[in-house]
């Protein structure tokens, strides 16, 4: 197959409904994986600290308007203590996730956790963050204190798009996440960030230039899954694809994005498995090599309720046909091989 990079071609190949291009497509984004990441999938040990949120996004089950959803925070004990089971399975990284949250107290209490993870797992914990936006200062201390990746979606890189699915105030601003992406960046995080796929009113053209954003940006990691409605959202109103038609759309939007950044790592995210069972299996033959197992308390995961359906997952991935990377942190080869090309 030939490489599909020009804006037109990636807009066709997603909009294509034949059946035996997105197999060919999925299947090469698969070989070009295996040709420039290797065959190894590796984990990140998903812990999800809390879902308190000041952010009021219009898709999510977590936003703070939805008073239906019991709040919790777990303890620094609870965080570190999650964090030392993923160590013991030998995991090798962690991902801790949260409702947005910017005051000094939360912000101060993810700085200790980090250093004590850090310390008790002599260094050899790989820490992403997942945190929303923050300031640079955050980031910078949270960045010295040992994590040294960081997720965050854009959600939709069309700025018309991202304003119909978030509120209209300063508190959900565009430029403020793209911004924050920038200051990740030039503290040196490996920057991660993605989008929802099969949104209401997105198009092909949204998602290819979703695609072309994320190679812009030059990211590091991306993590896109499809959009799963929550019924107490007020999005979840609106019409958005069948769920076949998500599940394609975001298989092959891995798949054309192996081949935009052949070297960067991309997630098989949980929300494929409320579509298909074999969702993030598929998605790790389509070119992806991260899994982020839910570690997280059971009290937690039943309350961290993103999207329908997403309490009941399993976490039984079926990854005997992969191959694991045990104990390693699996970094971003796109990110390293940068750093390599500036020192
Ligand atoms: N607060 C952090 C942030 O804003 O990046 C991290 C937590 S946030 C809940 C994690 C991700 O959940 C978001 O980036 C969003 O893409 C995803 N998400 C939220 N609601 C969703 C939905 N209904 N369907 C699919 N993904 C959803």
Not at 72 to 78: A, G, H, R, V, W
Not at 128 to 152: I, K, V
Not at 184 to 212: C, F, H, N, R
């Amino acid at each position: 197959m030939h490489a599909i990079t020009d804006r037109q071609s990636l807009i066709s190949a997603l909009d294509c409904r034949e059946r035996q291009f997105t197999e060919e497509l999925i299947a090469e984004g698969g070989r070009i994986k295996r040709e420039n990441v290797g065959t190894k999938t590796y984990l990140r040990g998903l812990i999800e600290i809390s879902n308190k949120c000041r952010k009021d996004c219009l898709y999510c089950g977590i936003r703070c308007s939805n008073v239906q959803v019991e709040r919790y925070e777990m303890s620094e004990e609870e965080i570190i203590s999650c964090a030392l089971k993923a160590m013991a399975l030998n995991y090798g990284s962690i991902c801790i996730q949260s409702g947005e949250r910017c005051d000094k107290a939360f912000t101060d209490r993810i700085s200790s956790v980090i250093r004590k993870i850090k310390a008790l797992t002599d260094g050899r914990t790989g820490i992403t963050l997942s945190l929303g936006e923050q300031s640079r200062e955050t980031l910078m201390e949270w960045f010295e204190a040992g994590a040294h990746r960081y997720l965050l979606r854009i959600e939709a890189s069309n700025p018309m798009l991202y304003r119909r699915l978030h509120p209209e105030n300063s508190l959900h601003s565009y430029d403020t996440r793209l911004k924050t992406l920038y200051d990740l960046k030039e503290i040196g995080y490996q920057v991660g960030s993605g989008v929802m796929i099969g949104l209401p009113y997105q198009t092909p053209a949204d998602l290819a230039d979703d695609l072309l954003f994320l190679k812009n940006f030059d990211i590091d990691m991306v993590g896109m899954g499809p959009y799963i409605p929550h019924p107490q959202t007020p999005l979840a109103a609106l019409q958005y694809p069948a769920d076949g038609r998500r599940l394609e759309l975001s298989l092959k939007m891995v798949a054309l994005l192996r081949m935009l950044m052949p070297k960067i790592n991309i997630a098989a995210t949980t929300a494929l498995e409320v579509l298909d069972k074999k969702g993030r299996e598929k998605a790790l033959a389509a070119g992806a090599n991260i899994v982020m197992p839910n570690i997280s308390p059971a009290s937690s995961k039943s309350r961290y309720s993103l999207y329908d359906k997403k309490t009941s997952l399993s976490e039984d991935i079926n990854l005997e046909d992969a191959e694991i990377g045990f104990g390693e942190w699996g970094d971003s080869l796109h990110f390293l091989a940068k750093r390599a090309d500036i020192e």
